[in-house]
């Protein structure tokens, strides 16, 4: 069974710094495009980064500069170093694994909160 756990959210100011984990077990981990969505109090879950097989990286206008994604393969884990964050960035963050071998599954984590307030 494959799970997904988030770490690293809390409670920052306004310009701080956080670094998100998600640990992976069940899967193949080197196998899966990793990405971290974000989902803010009555919006819709939207696309923060991702990050391919092959340690390319992709980020939503709105981060690039500020946010950096990487994964450890040997740790089976993905991360999301958040610097300078802005109110804005409050939401809660979860964690996705897209395989890219058939059956070519989806996994979510349960997601972490991070609050970006004075």
């Known amino acids: 069974q494959v799970q997904l756990v988030e770490s690293g959210g809390g409670l920052v100011q306004p310009g701080g710094s956080l670094r998100l984990s998600c640990a992976a077990s069940?899967?193949?981990?080197?196998?899966?495009?990793m990405a971290w969505y974000r989902q803010a109090p009555g919006k819709q879950r939207e696309l923060v980064a991702t990050?391919?097989?092959?340690?390319?990286?992709n980020y939503a206008d709105s981060v690039k500069g500020r946010f950096t994604i990487s994964r450890d393969n040997a740790k089976n884990t993905v991360y999301l170093q958040m610097n300078s964050l802005k109110p804005e960035d409050t939401a809660v963050y979860y964690c996705?694994?897209?395989?890219?071998?058939?059956?070519?599954?989806?996994?979510w984590g349960k997601g972490t909160r991070v609050t970006v307030s004075t």
């Open positions: 996705n694994a897209k395989s890219v071998l058939s059956p070519y599954s989806d996994y």
């Open positions: 069940g899967t193949i981990f080197s196998a899966n495009t």
């Open positions: 990050i391919t097989t092959g340690g390319s990286t």
